[in-house]
């Protein structure tokens, strides 16, 4: 089983920015996609962006696009999301996942989550 354990979440002002990591351990040889999810109160859950083993793969939500980066370092198995130009409606909880086929996050459906670390914009 992988444990995923996020970090970097916290308060920050409509327009800022913060980065999200997410160190992955345990049985990671089927963890060939890694991603972002959010849940925000009284909605559902969705998936922020995802990357594959090489980086060479990304995908982002249409809400997101030109705002968020995802990467990864294999190395330090260690995912990151880079949040710019951040919203109020960007609040919500951060779910790390891991996932071995992408099909998996695009159906909300990874075989690990993360704890979830809490993200707040404030106008």
């Known amino acids: 089983q992988v444990q995923l354990v996020e970090s970097g979440g916290g308060l920050v002002q409509a327009g800022g920015s913060l980065r999200l990591s997410c160190a992955a351990s345990?049985?990671?040889?089927?963890?060939?996609?890694m991603g972002w999810f959010r849940q925000a109160p009284g909605k559902e859950r969705e998936l922020v962006a995802a990357?594959?083993?090489?980086?060479?793969?990304?995908y982002y939500a249409d809400s997101v696009k030109g705002r968020f980066t995802i990467s990864r370092d294999n190395a330090k198995n260690t995912v990151y999301l880079q949040m710019n130009s951040l919203e109020i409606e960007d609040t919500a909880v951060y779910y790390c996942?891991?996932?071995?086929?992408?099909?998996?996050?695009?159906?909300?459906?990874?075989?690990?989550w993360g704890q979830g670390t809490q993200v707040t914009v404030s106008s």
């Open positions: 990357i594959n083993r090489s980086g060479g793969t990304t």
């Open positions: 345990g049985r990671t040889v089927s963890s060939n996609f």
């Open positions: 996942a891991a996932a071995a086929f992408m099909n998996y996050m695009t159906n909300g459906s990874p075989g690990d």
